[in-house]
């Protein structure tokens, strides 16, 4: 980390970032009123952002570097790289779909639950110990999910099925606790490459899904909207490629500890988006429930060993990490 970058720089820019993925729930309730598919929104999402980070990449990298970072995979590193596409699809499918079930803020809530399930894999697989801090984040991210779950009296305007919408929010952050964990698999391929190869990977997935499921007409309805198509490439473009580099660029430059703290600023965002545009609301209850889940996450945060320092801190795996474009992240 060259000396001359300002943490305090660095710590707006990862803001900026976590703002800009906040903008995910609302931007994706918008596209859905307009006719589009959850399917066909993660395609397109992914699409526009692996064209415009790669074209940046390209612009600002050499053919024979880019060669030469994908030359530093061996064979398993490349299979997981792979698999890292299949989860970021997985993940994004989920989240949007949750996006289009439950309302924004229980969306976002139930997603990050995920830097608990990270902590408990971790110590699963022995790359951490199990400390009071990581016993208490796990018991305070349960039973704020449970808040989130059972605390709603019917005041809160669920746009579907609000029970299903939570699930596959939860499942979101299965889906991203199980890329976090597998990402030092590829860790030798430089951040940017990773994170446009996992895009890229993620918008054919997505396509093939897309036109299995709801067919090709669906999914070429942008086309035919110049509203909806300019609110794609904006999403793509302003909510998950740039976002994902500058969530990047705070890493290198704060470190991930702290850009982790201050990725809390999304689920603020989001649910204060969709309490002004779409008219969302949480319980008393629902509202404790969240409070709890972002501070269990900011106990895990604090609580990393080594003065804040994971392991994949260490080893480069946390600019991995933000490869995936979901909502809290790429």
Known sequence: MPP?????????????????FGT?????????????????????RAGVGAIG?????????????????????????????????????A?????????????????LLGFYTYPALVAAGAVALGRERL??????ALLMSIGGMAAVVLGGNGETAAPGNNALGIVLAFAASLFQTAFILTSRSYARLPADQAMGSVLAGSAVVALAISIVTVGPAALALPLRSPPLLTLLVLVGLFAAALPSVMF???????????????????????????????????????????????????????????????????????????VMPAPGGP
């Not at 400390?131 to 208490?136: L, Q, T």
């Open 4 to 20: 001359a970058r300002s943490p305090i720089l660095g710590a707006l820019i990862v803001v900026l970032s976590a703002a800009m």
């Open 24 to 44: 995910l729930g609302v931007a994706s309730r918008f596209a859905y009123d307009q006719g589009l598919e959850p399917f066909a929104l993660v395609a397109w």
């Open 53 to 89: 980070l790669w074209t940046a990449i390209l612009l600002i990298r050499r053919p024979r570097s880019i060669r030469a970072g994908f030359g530093r995979l061996d064979g398993t590193g490349r299979r997981w790289l792979v698999g890292a596409m299949v989860l970021g699809t």
């Open 91 to 107: 993940l994004n499918l989920a989240a949007f779909l949750s996006f289009d079930h439950t309302t924004v803020a229980l969306a």
């Open 131 to 136: 400390d009071a801090g990581k016993v208490v």
């Open 248 to 322: 990047l660029t705070g890493i290198r430059w704060i470190g991930g500890v702290r850009t982790g703290i201050l990725m809390l600023f999304e689920p603020v965002v989001g649910v204060a988006l969709a309490a002004v545009l779409l008219a969302e609301g949480l319980t008393i209850v629902q509202a404790l429930g969240g409070v709890t889940i972002l501070a269990a996450a900011l106990i895990v945060q604090r609580g990393s060993r080594s003065g804040g320092e994971t392991d994949l801190d260490r080893e480069g795996i946390s600019e991995a990490v933000v």
